[in-house]
């Protein structure tokens, strides 16, 4: 009897006894998912402060999620945490919407001549193909130091891709579609604008997704060449002076804003493209 | 050289030139087409009814010969032309109102009375209260009537319906059938039919080319008498010389 209000409340918005079933064995289940993930956690963080503190494992290399917490509160309080994360998040949110536009520009550019096309196709497979990180050091040189170079890294590591990916898109747009805005005497700038741009929107937006990781990527790799501001440049200083306790600090903070970011991305998506079906 | 001819295609060939070789797609095609006269294209798939659509658009230039609409001859696509196709291809992130306003837009025509029209032609159709919905939120005999609500929008004399209900179903099919030649009926339209379907070519039609492959000729030309031309579709199919056309187009078709 006294379960009464709890099975009222697992049972709440039903049709019918059945759907009322339904409705308390689905919820039941997303709270066992909810649960077992915490456990997951709890038992990660747990075995880990334990294994340190016993020193199961290098508590020098490996640090401890108490002096992670400790050090992350010390740093905050001294007030030089926020100038990194704003430097990185900055530098990643720059290079990421400039990759995507400057890739989707050239995309355009490529679809609206079919002869630079053909001609372009070997060098967007090569670019694709190299690594760029291993551009760094000459971003170093040509932009120095700080904001510019680690930008231009981001930009390189996305740009390649997005221009495959989004004139990939361009060349799929159903040929039935174009015919039809061509009966009504549409210009090349027209069939661009009312049917292949809008057509290949979704894929403008899910690149936009992976262009986020990317960028990442790119903005970390280029503060551990040049920066002296950042998180990745932070990873860099601790492991020089062998703090791994800050190099902990650094990816729990990436790995926070990198999923705030792609949920951010999501968020769009869903907005821009909710009434597709 | 004049005529009193809406349409007129004297000696147009088609070859279509690629890598692998080439393709004679119709080969010295003459016809012509009154206004308000009700025409169809009937053939196997193949014999270039599609390609002679294409051309009369002006999407496409003939290798030979030329085509003219009321003395002028075709050299791109035109505003007198409507064009349906075999599918709706109605734009998914568009509503309604906005696909069927898309050829005003482009003909930078979108004038108040203009979108007044096409609501207007909407409401014919019986479709006005679903104009702010989404294509995907209608069924496909729906989504055709929109397409041909979208076609006629910026008031074409001429249409060109390329298969326009293959991809329906049969009792959807019918049913547009009726309706498709009763508002060309009432608007006074000219129109060029093109299909495989043999009854569908005789109910629908005042005149129907038979067309043979490889390349694309016209063979006959057959006309339907007032008894089956005159009713809808529908009933046209239920006069008794209905048969007895039905065989005769079919003989043809065979015939080689």
């Known amino acids: ?277 | 050289m004049q005529s009193d001819h809406l349409i007129s295609f004297e000696h147009v060939t088609k070859t279509f030139i690629t890598w692998d070789g080439e393709t004679h797609a119709v080969e010295d095609i003459c016809f012509t087409v009154k206004e308000g006269e009700f025409v169809t294209l009937l053939g196997p798939s193949g014999c270039g009814k599609s390609t002679l659509l294409s051309i009369l658009a002006g999407l496409i230039k003939p290798t030979n010969g030329e085509v003219f609409i009321r003395n002028e001859k075709v050299t791109g696509t035109s505003k007198h032309i409507g064009y349906m196709l075999q599918q709706d291809y109605l734009l998914g992130w568009r509503t309604i109102k906005e696909n069927i306003f898309l050829g005003l837009e482009i003909q930078g025509q979108k004038t108040e009375q203009n979108q007044k029209r096409a609501l207007k032609l909407l409401a014919e159709m019986g479709l006005l209260s679903y104009k702010d919905h989404y294509p995907s939120q209608l069924s496909g005999g729906m989504r055709q009537r929109v397409a041909l609500v979208r076609t006629l929008a910026t008031n074409p004399d001429i249409l060109l319906l390329d298969e326009p209900f293959s991809a329906l179903d049969y009792q959807t099919k019918l049913k547009l059938e009726d309706l498709v030649v009763d508002t060309l009926r009432r608007k006074k339209k000219t129109a060029i039919l093109v299909t495989h379907d043999i009854s569908e070519a005789i109910a629908m039609s005042d005149r129907i080319f038979i067309l043979s492959p490889n390349p694309g000729r016209i063979r006959t030309v057959i006309e339907i008498p007032d008894v089956i031309r005159t009713p809808l579709p529908f009933a046209s199919r239920e006069v008794p010389e209905f048969q007895s056309y039905f065989q005769m187009v079919w003989k043809e078709l065979n015939y080689s």
């Not at chain 1, 009897?1 to 697992?10: A, C, D, I, V």
């Not at chain 1, 971003?139 to 890294?153: E, L, N, Q």
């Not at chain 1, 040929?175 to 604008?193: D, E, M, R």
């Open chain 1, 1 to 277: 009897m006294k379960l009464q209000p709890l099975e009222e409340w697992l049972t709440r918005g039903k049709f019918s006894p059945e759907h009322g079933k339904y409705l308390k064995k689905e919820r039941l289940y997303s709270f066992l998912v909810g649960v077992s993930q915490l456990v997951i956690l709890i038992f990660f963080i747990g075995l880990w402060e334990v294994a340190s503190t016993y020193k199961w494992i290098d508590p020098l290399l490996f640090s401890s999620p108490s002096r992670i917490w400790e050090t992350f509160i010390t740093m905050l309080w001294a007030g030089d945490l926020h100038q990194h994360i704003i430097a990185t998040v900055w530098e990643t949110v720059v290079g990421f919407l400039l990759g995507t536009i400057l890739g989707t520009a050239i995309a355009i550019v490529i679809w609206w001549s079919k002869f630079l096309s053909r001609v372009l196709d070997p060098y967007l497979v090569v670019l694709n193909g190299m690594p760029k990180v291993a551009l760094g050091p000459l971003f170093i040189v040509a932009f120095g130091g700080g904001f510019t170079a680690t930008i231009a890294m981001a930009i390189a590591i996305s740009i390649v891709i997005t221009t495959i990916v989004v004139y990939g898109s361009f060349k799929e747009v159903d040929p039935n579609f174009i015919k039809l805005v061509q009966t009504f005497g549409a210009k090349k700038k027209q069939i661009f604008s009312k049917i292949v741009l809008p057509a290949s929107f979704p894929t403008i937006i899910s690149t936009l997704k992976v262009n986020v990781g990317l960028a990442w990527v790119g903005v970390i790799v280029g503060e551990f060449l040049v920066s002296k501001l950042g998180l990745g440049y932070l990873i860099i200083y601790g492991f020089q002076v062998f703090n791994f306790t800050l190099v902990f600090v650094s990816l729990f903070i990436i790995a926070i804003c990198a999923t705030i970011m792609y949920h951010l991305v999501q968020y769009v998506e869903k907005l821009l493209l909710k009434n597709r079906k």
